[in-house]
């Protein structure tokens, strides 16, 4: 059995967001930073120069012996043996109806060593689970390394001059200009370990950086310090919600769980059924979700009224949809959601609306993402 997930944690940087003015929401039991004062200012300065954001809330389970990869490529729906030394790949934990338990993102960093980033919410039954399908594999050792890891984000245009500037932050065993998206660096910060991810959850360039919780602090102060003039400010979950919404990237609890199949969200290309041997939801995703699933599109309407995750989609007089996740796009000027609607409708092109407390706004049917930066 797991401990009971705490509940009123604070980050490691808890102090500076207080000092720095920020609100709190609750997120999974953690107090976390939703703004610090304008979430609109904080979106605007992701996509146009950087922001830097606290998720030291996510869980960080580290997996090593030489039966890792094996173990990863039962355990996930991905082949992770497939990946590289310090190559990232994102993926997904299923149980054994097909259902998704957590999407991840993971990282090799050796041979025998992979480190494994789950969402805050899902820590523990992440943990149960590998421990659980480890059995299986004696060689492997899956260690729950979160309480003891700060995770900091700089996502932005400006990011990756933003930490080449930053004093102290140095040995990269990539340079920056040479990682590649979804790939990750070695580094350290005044002689203490970092790794360095060029990820993140925003759908613009940025790192993010892993580091123990007692240097967290200073890390920060040095990024922001780096980024004066620049336009880099704090940013919050709020900000992070509208980012990630216009990316076309799925929130658990949102979009995903465990009454999803992969295909029903638009992550059936996640799931690698050409791998050998089986893995864990395998015979589930085969079969399929049912007849008439419905699945996730991405819907825009007009005007400044937003349909928000639980508002009715309908077509005449009938219910064909749910909104997950909506916000009045700060990027684009509109209104954007995304929405899990019976599959007939989207075929017929039936016009379609969002039930706004009781007003019927026309909705039209978009290919995700909302937004897309443009290359470099």
Do not use: C
Not at 4 to 17: A, E, K
Not at 155 to 169: H, K, V, Y
Not at 222 to 228: D, F, K, P, S
């Amino acid at each position: 059995m797991t401990d009971t997930p705490p509940t009123d944690r604070t980050s490691p940087l808890h102090d500076i967001h207080v000092a720095g003015g920020a609100s709190f929401t609750d997120f999974a039991g953690w107090q976390m930073p939703v703004s610090y004062g304008s979430d609109l200012a904080e979106h605007h300065a992701v996509r146009t120069s950087a922001g830097i954001f606290d998720i030291s809330h996510m869980a960080e389970i580290l997996v090593s012996g030489a039966d890792a990869a094996a173990f990863l490529d039962y355990a996930l729906a991905g082949k992770l043996s497939a990946i590289g030394a310090f190559q990232a790949k994102y993926s997904l934990l299923l149980d054994e109806t097909g259902g998704i338990v957590d999407d991840l993102v993971v990282y090799r960093l050796g041979d025998e060593v992979f480190f494994v980033v789950a969402n805050a919410g899902n820590r523990y039954p992440v943990v149960e689970a590998l421990t659980a399908r480890a059995a299986s594999f004696p060689g492997v050792t899956v260690d729950d390394q979160s309480d003891d890891i700060a995770l900091i984000a700089v996502q932005g245009p400006a990011s990756r001059s933003i930490l080449e500037a930053t004093a102290d932050l140095t040995d990269f065993s990539v340079a920056l200009d040479e990682l590649k998206y979804y790939w990750s660096s070695d580094a350290t910060f005044d002689g203490t370990a970092v790794l360095v991810g060029r990820t993140g959850y925003t759908g613009e360039d940025g790192f993010e950086l892993y580091i123990s919780t007692g240097r967290a602090a200073e890390l920060w102060q040095a990024l922001v310090t780096a980024g004066e003039g620049t336009g880099l400010i704090p940013a919050g979950l709020a900000s992070r919600d509208t980012l990630r919404l216009e990316a076309g990237m799925p929130l658990y609890g949102h979009e995903l769980g465990l009454d999803t199949f992969p295909v029903q969200a638009g992550l059936g290309r996640v799931v690698n059924l050409r791998k050998e041997g089986d893995f864990v939801g395998r015979a589930s995703v085969e079969t399929g979700p049912p007849a008439g699933a419905r699945v996730l599109v991405g819907l825009t309407t007009e005007g400044r009224r937003a349909g928000r995750a639980g508002y009715p989609v309908v077509t005449g007089d009938a219910e064909v949809g749910t909104i997950t996740s909506g916000a009045l796009s700060p990027t684009l000027g509109y209104p954007v959601a995304m929405a899990y609607v019976d599959p007939a409708v989207v075929e017929s092109g039936d016009p379609l609306f969002i039930d706004v407390r009781g007003t019927k706004i026309p909705a039209t049917v978009v290919t995700l993402p909302f937004y897309k930066r443009a290359a470099n």
